[in-house]
């Protein structure tokens, strides 16, 4: 289902941009976050990467990209809860 047409600079017609190009980040955010919940470390972070690569600029994949490495850093506690305790402001 084409959801709209995206002008390209020196194109003379439009490009459609299809729903499942647009639904792609999403699936892997959910995909990174269930992994995480999950304490599956590497699926996580490479789902949160690919994320990135969609959009360089998504604060909550690189946030917890950074998350896992200081996760995997410490080591994961066994009766592990998904809650992030901030020790700073």
Partial sequence: MLIKAVPVKQIRRKIPLHRAERRAPAQRYERGLKAYRARH???AVGAFAVCLKFNPEDGPSRLFIQRLEKLE?????????????????
Avoid: N, Y
């Avoid at 850093?73 to 402001?89: H, S």
């Fill in 73 to 89: 850093g410490q080591g994961l506690a066994a009766p592990w809860d998904d809650v992030w305790t901030m020790a700073e402001k």
């Fill in 41 to 43: 470390v590497d699926d």
